[in-house]
């Protein structure tokens, strides 16, 4: 098993930065492939960042693209999201994921993470 604790959401103005940060904890960290997917008020839960257990692979939402960066490190155990000219549709709960060994195309999806965290709210202001 694997617990995931996500932290640093909050309320920020468009424009803004904004890094949120996830703990894992339970099982081999370096196994691990980890993303982040968001949820928006009325939408589906789309998939927006991913680094694989290798971390030579990564994903990312187009409409993110530029500005979010996904990190990852293995001492801490932390995979972090440091979102740049946050827009207020980037407003959603952010749920932190990982997946034994999963391939970050499978990741990506719905289907791929086998362990999410609570989420933590992140809301931009226009």
């Known amino acids: 098993q694997v617990q995931l604790v996500e932290s640093g959401g909050g309320l920020v103005q468009a424009g803004d930065s904004l890094k949120i940060s996830c703990a894992a904890s339970?099982?081999?960290?370096?196994?691990?492939?980890m993303g982040w997917f968001r949820q928006a008020p009325g939408k589906e839960r789309e998939s927006v960042a991913v680094i694989g257990w290798s971390g030579g692979s990564t994903y990312y939402l187009d409409s993110v693209k530029g500005r979010f960066t996904i990190s990852r490190d293995l001492a801490r155990k932390m995979v972090t999201l440091q979102m740049s000219n946050l827009k207020p549709e980037d407003t959603a709960v952010y749920y932190c994921?990982?997946?034994?060994?999963?391939?970050?195309?499978?990741?990506?999806?719905?289907?791929?993470?086998?362990?999410w965290g609570q989420g933590t709210q992140v809301t931009v202001s226009s």
């Open positions: 339970g099982r081999p960290f370096g196994t691990l492939t």
């Open positions: 994921t990982a997946g034994h060994f999963t391939s970050v195309s499978h990741m990506s999806t719905i289907e791929g993470p086998q362990y």
